[in-house]
């Protein structure tokens, strides 16, 4: 049977695959015009507040949970951490250049729900691959995977309960709030952990072809 140790080649390549996929998923978020995912509503939520641009707000914030996520569980931390901070700027970029291209600035009603649909399930594979690997986590992922370790609660609850959160608070202070992000909202905990369950773990693992 295989094991985590035996398998980093692995879970370094689930980590690289799932940090791009996430990075393609919120290019794609963006040309849908749909709304963004939670955590993005409460950074437009408090950029607009504290008439701050996005790209300030958006560190501060992952700084203060990056030193939560140190201080409560630093394990959940590592090299994909850091690959996350500095790859995915680009491929998200790249992602929103080139499917410009393909759709155009103002997608028909059903691309916009189509690309929706595309996103919610790359994020959900995405998450689980590098979750998975255990080669570290974004800093808000860290604080809902933290949260559901400490209180025994179901992983697909405690992400529900963060998202709600970054939903609420992001919207009073006006931030981006549309269909798509009640989906991600309500639909992402559950099939992330319905991925991790049935396919990234054993894949981590290095049981997914062995009995």
Same mark, same amino acid.
């Not at 695959?17 to 996430?22: E, K, Q």
């Not at 995977?145 to 006006?174: N, Q, S, W």
């Not at 991600?184 to 693992?205: N, S």
């Given at each position: 049977?295989?094991?985590?140790?035996?398998?980093?080649?692995?879970?370094?390549?689930?980590?690289? &695959?799932?940090?791009? !996929?996430?990075?393609? $998923?919120?290019? =794609?978020?963006?040309? /849908?015009? @749909? %709304? *963004?995912? #939670?955590?993005?509503?409460?950074?437009?939520?408090?950029?607009?507040?504290?008439?701050?641009?996005?790209?300030?707000?958006?560190?501060?914030?992952?700084?203060?949970?990056?030193?939560?996520?140190?201080v409560?569980?630093?394990?959940?931390?590592?090299?994909?951490?850091?690959?996350?901070?500095?790859?995915?700027?680009?491929?998200?970029?790249?992602?929103?250049k080139?499917?410009?291209?393909?759709?155009?600035?103002?997608?028909?009603?059903?691309?916009?729900?189509?690309?929706?649909? &595309?996103?919610v399930? !790359?994020?959900?594979? $995405?998450?689980? =691959?590098?979750?998975? /690997?255990? @080669? %570290? *986590?974004? #800093?808000?992922?860290?604080?809902?995977?933290?949260?559901?370790?400490?209180?025994?609660?179901?992983?697909?609850?405690?992400?529900?309960?963060?998202?709600?959160?970054?939903?609420?608070?992001?919207?009073?202070?006006?931030?981006?709030?549309?269909?798509?992000?009640?989906?991600?909202?309500?639909?992402?905990?559950?099939?992330?952990?319905?991925c991790?369950?049935?396919?990234?773990?054993?894949?981590?693992?290095?049981?997914?072809?062995?009995?």
């Amino acid at each position: 049977m295989g094991t985590k140790k035996n398998n980093l080649g692995v879970r370094i390549a689930m980590a690289v &695959i799932g940090i791009a !996929l996430t990075a393609v $998923s919120v290019g =794609l978020q963006k040309i /849908s015009g @749909l %709304g *963004v995912d #939670p955590f993005s509503v409460i950074i437009f939520g408090f950029s607009n507040a504290f008439h701050a641009t996005y790209q300030t707000v958006y560190i501060v914030v992952c700084a203060v949970l990056l030193s939560i996520a140190f201080v409560f569980n630093r394990k959940l931390l590592g090299i994909a951490t850091i690959v996350n901070l500095f790859f995915s700027g680009f491929v998200t970029d790249f992602t929103r250049k080139a499917a410009v291209k393909v759709v155009g600035e103002h997608p028909s009603m059903a691309v916009r729900v189509i690309l929706l649909l &595309i996103v919610v399930l !790359l994020i959900s594979i $995405s998450a689980a =691959l590098y979750y998975s /690997s255990e @080669l %570290g *986590v974004s #800093p808000y992922d860290a604080q809902a995977l933290t949260l559901a370790e400490k209180t025994k609660f179901p992983f697909r609850a405690v992400r529900i309960g963060t998202d709600v959160v970054c939903c609420t608070v992001g919207f009073a202070l006006g931030g981006d709030l549309g269909l798509a992000t009640l989906v991600y909202a309500f639909c992402m905990g559950p099939f992330i952990q319905f991925c991790r369950e049935h396919l990234t773990d054993k894949m981590a693992a290095g049981e997914l072809f062995h009995k």
